[in-house]
């Protein structure tokens, strides 16, 4: 399909489904915990892991740069692309991209968390994930701490790992 002039263009884009985006990251103790933060804004699932949604024209990076800088209050190494997950529409929400990166955290850094969004932190082993996080993102965590191990990037959809060998 060919387009020539612009308002053509913008009648064609405007006509293609609408992605939503997030960006977090994995950011592991020197014992391979897993750090969690504890949001105010979602009681019935407060644990999760840093990031969140990417803004208007922010690539994934960027966005998880900034929320890293936002909620924890110091400016976090991003180190790799560890899993990217579609996330399928659902209750009136359009389908989503989650970017999962892996980060540390500078020597000696000091968490300053924003008291209106996070109200603490806490190191999790990666076997209790499970009682702590929601089902889809145990899973999206587990193949991102996975796919890091062996130094690739998951591409799941909804937590699942599609590409793998059967």
Do not use: N
Request: contains cysteine; charged residues 25%.
């Amino acid at each position: 399909m060919s387009h020539t002039d612009t308002a053509s263009d913008q009648q064609f884009y405007a006509r293609l489904p609408a992605t939503r985006g997030a960006a977090g990251a994995l950011i592991r103790s020197p014992e391979g915990e897993v750090l969690l933060v504890e949001r105010t804004y979602k009681p019935d699932q407060p644990w999760g892991i840093p990031g969140g949604i990417i803004e208007h024209g922010e690539s994934p990076l960027t966005a998880c740069r900034r929320e890293l800088t936002e909620e924890l209050g110091v400016k976090a190494i991003v180190e790799h692309l560890a899993a990217v997950d579609w996330v399928p529409p659902r209750g009136g929400r359009t389908a989503a991209l989650q970017w999962l990166f892996t980060a540390r955290l500078p020597e000696d850094a000091e968490l300053r968390l924003p008291p209106d969004e996070l109200s603490s932190w806490a190191w999790a082993a990666p076997e209790r994930l499970g009682e702590l996080l929601p089902a889809h993102i145990t899973r999206r965590v587990t193949a991102a701490l996975a796919a890091h191990a062996s130094g690739t990037t998951a591409y799941l959809e909804h937590g699942h790992p599609t590409l793998e060998d059967r």
